[in-house]
């Protein structure tokens, strides 16, 4: 959907049209790239439990995170108040994330996590892998090319073999106050042709351009990082893993 499609869409409800025309103006003015924000926002309903949205306030941003604000008012009670929630500028749905398996000899014997700076929390954590990752045609799309680079280069490997890409659903991090999906994977890669692979259990490496470490982990060391990794996504990732039957926790 072009960006006239989604202002004849805006432009059809009933909130909207009792917007200021300031709001408005900014609204239909964002960058090219909140359009994901915008297709959202055009189709929510106009009413929602009970509540009749009557117009949107403002909506403050910033490089990659907007929130609009709504007054609405109640109809069992006819008060009026205001409802708020953010949104990354692409939209609800923030693609995938998820854990890289390593398949080495007869079965699944390691897996991969990040270890990186995060600047909303000011420190080092361990993350999934991700963001606008697809598979198609028996590929990874969209990797972060500088991740797929220190995976490579750390295993020893040439490429990245995908033998199996196993969708794991979605998950709401926090839908109280955002409207963020995402959806969770696991990639079974081939690291049989790895040299390198037992030197990595205790090592991690930085790269120049940004600091973080790639860290491989038996697969033994499973239960043990159930209790480390704060991280939503590779806690769901690895429950929903462990339903299919695909891991267990030795």
Known sequence: ???????????????????????KSDLLNLPQDFDGFLWDLASRP???EGVDILRILRIPRGNFIITPVFEV???????????EYASFKYGKNAGYRGILLLEHGDGIKYFVLKYTK???VGTWVYDTIGDFIQFSQGSIKNFPAIVEKEIKNELGLNELIVKRFIDLGQINPDITLTNKQAALFAAV??????????????????????EF???????????????????????CSVLRLISMNILKLY
């Open 1 to 23: 959907m072009d960006r006239t499609q989604l202002i004849e869409k805006l432009s059809e409800k009933v909130w909207f049209q009792n917007t200021d025309e300031e709001v």
């Open 189 to 210: 890669l081939d690291a049989n042709d790895s040299q390198k692979i037992r030197e990595l259990e205790k090592d991690s490496i930085t790269t120049k351009k940004i």
């Open 118 to 120: 995060k600047f909303s």
């Open 46 to 48: 106009d009413e929602f």
């Open 73 to 83: 008012r109640s109809q069992k009670t006819n008060q009026i108040f205001t409802y």
């Open 213 to 235: 470490g790639i860290k491989v982990f038996p697969i033994n060391k499973l239960g043990e990082m159930i209790n480390t990794v704060d991280d939503p996504y590779f806690l």
